[in-house]
């Protein structure tokens, strides 16, 4: 039997949702307590956030969740954008600032998201990564409350949260906006799960679609709910007319694309069962209402079709209004760029989506890789930006420019697209015809959004404002585009030590009680590794059913990153009517490769022992 591990004291540089107060584990004893290491650009960690909700309303009195904010990007260590972010997506339980990674190195986080279970009398009982681990997680509950209560060491009542004030605006953290036929504005009010129609001048207040309740209740504008809404597409009228609506919203953390008539604002759920996706990839063709989605970010009307920035999985998706049909449109689901095919093509986070005047591009913000992508002839390629881990303010040749996260794009007549560079807090310009990058606009709050009006004026949807900001005239000509030689930034993690040569990569992954490896539908494990520089791996890249690999290492290249993706299905065990699970997780592992450095390199999938 292993020792058991005390859990390491939370420390950092405060704490949110808390009133003020400072917690300790001591404050915490008696509780069963989960700490997310989480960061707000990441959607895994996103999408745990949502799993999490039932978990802390049903073992309210027993459970404590506490988030560890531990960022990968330099907006993300900003202790505002932080408490932002903890609003924006509705975290409803205390948040430890974590800013230099003190208790990610603590816990022996790996990888973004990182659950730890410590029991109530204060030592860790379980780590995991990934997402997919809700039922799983409520097996471990149980447990802990049964052996706990027997020794008297669970302490049920109230725990440590306490919400902030509610603040007064007409938005509360737009997404995205769409300019609608009488030259009024339709915004995603993101974090007031609803839409919200406003006049030409961005401020005035027409209409709101939706009670602004968190939910997926198809009905009347007054009654409808979504949960945190972002792209909007506004349909061709000729295909609005058959489709039976005019606007497609992508409602995010409901997994769905719901349909809104404008004329009465009556909305439709027309896509997705509300499931998360969590499948294997396919070419096919699939009936748009019984298809999982993923975090659907952004729409766009483009090759006869509504294609989707599914920033869950990495990918874009396509959506058939007339046939009723969805499928994958570009992605592997592996998160890294990689230019090519579509089929071929690898992204992260795609979250922002733009069709060129002309029809023949479609132009993609790839915001974990601080991306602009584009598609054209049924190919991918990458205009600015470098990869997962390098981003900054830098404008100038495309090959050297650099963005931070950027959430939004927009094409302009002149073949040129304005990008909402998000945690920059700035609107930058690339143009194909100069390869340049410059910026537009600075000093903003997290633009997600842009979108030209009848008069050929731009508005931000400055996110972090609760507002559309309009640019100042002259802003988009020659004369008003600043050069700007910013910072550079890399995303630097301690590093692994490897050994040239043969390296195991080991996956560990145990099953969550209740449940068994599932192969009815096929192998259960799925294994994908790459690396950046592709030279790293002389043997090893690709996909296997797996959960170890032989690995090669190449002595000439000194340093850089192990790209990992595995995935376990699943089923519970001596059920009737067993369900199916899906867990997975990308890993970035920053090495080294060094003489006597590590020749095995195990990755915790699932682990139920600390």
Known sequence: MSARVRAPELRGRGWLNTGG??????????????????????????????????????????????????????????????????????????????????????????????????????????????????????????????????????????????????????????????????????????????????????????????????????????????????????????????????????????????????????????????????????????????????S????????????????????????DPIKRTAGMYAGTTVEALRDGPLAEAWMAQPSGLSVSTDGTRLWVADSETSAIRYVENGVMGTAVGQGLFDFGHVDGPAASALLQHPLGVCALPDGSVLIADTYNGAVRRFDPATDQVSTVADGLAEPSDLVVTRDGDVLVVESAAHRLTRLAPGALSAAGANTVDGPRHRAERK?????????????????????????????SIRLVVSASPPELLVE?????????????????????VLQVTAQAATCDVDVEHAACHLTRQDWGVPVRVVDGGADRLPLVLRGLDA
């Open 21 to 294: 107060r400072d917690l300790t584990l001591a404050d915490l004893r008696g509780k069963i307590v989960l700490a997310d290491f989480w960061t707000f650009a990441c959607i895994n960690c996103l999408h745990v956030l949502d799993e999490l909700r039932p978990l802390e309303e049903k073992y309210g009195d027993v459970l404590v969740v506490i988030g560890i904010h531990s960022p990968k990007f330099e907006h993300e260590k900003n202790a505002d954008a932080l408490a932002a972010a903890v609003e924006r997506y509705g975290v409803h339980h205390p948040v430890l600032d974590d800013p230099e990674m003190d208790m990610w190195q603590q816990y022996a986080a790996r990888a973004w998201p990182t659950l730890s279970v410590i029991d109530p009398e204060g030592y860790v009982v379980a780590t995991m990564a990934g997402e997919g681990h809700a039922e799983g997680l409520a097996r471990l509950i149980d447990e802990l409350i049964a052996t706990h209560e027997a020794k008297g060491t669970l302490h049920r009542g109230d725990g440590p949260y306490v919400p902030p004030a509610e603040p007064e605006s007409t938005l509360r953290f737009p997404g995205k906006a769409v300019l609608l036929d009488g030259g009024n504005l339709l915004v995603s009010d993101s974090a007031r799960h609803s839409l919200v129609e406003l006049e030409p001048d961005g401020e005035t207040l027409v209409r709101r679609i939706g009670s602004g309740d968190r939910g997926r209740t198809d009905g009347p504008a007054e009654v409808a709910t979504f949960s945190e809404p972002q792209g909007l597409c506004v349909l061709p009228g000729q295909v609005a007319e058959v489709a039976g609506y005019d606007l497609v919203v992508a409602d995010t953390v409901n997994h769905l694309l719901r349909g809104v008539r404008l004329a009465t604002g009556e909305v439709v759920t027309i896509a997705g069962t509300g499931r998360q996706w969590r499948s294997t990839a396919d070419n096919h063709a699939h009936d748009a209402l019984a298809v999982d989605l993923s």
């Open 296 to 319: 659907p970010w952004d729409l766009a009307w483009y090759d006869d079709k509504i294609i989707i920035a599914m920033a869950g999985i990495h990918q874009l998706w396509w959506f």
């Open 495 to 523: 590093p692994m030590d490897v050994t040239a040569g043969e390296l195991t990569l080991d996956i560990v992954f145990t099953p969550a009680p209740g449940q068994k490896l599932d192969e009815t539908y096929g192998p």
């Open 540 to 560: 090893g890249a690709g996909t296997s059913t797996e959960l170890s690999r032989r690995l090669v290492v190449n002595s000439a290249v000194t340093d850089g």
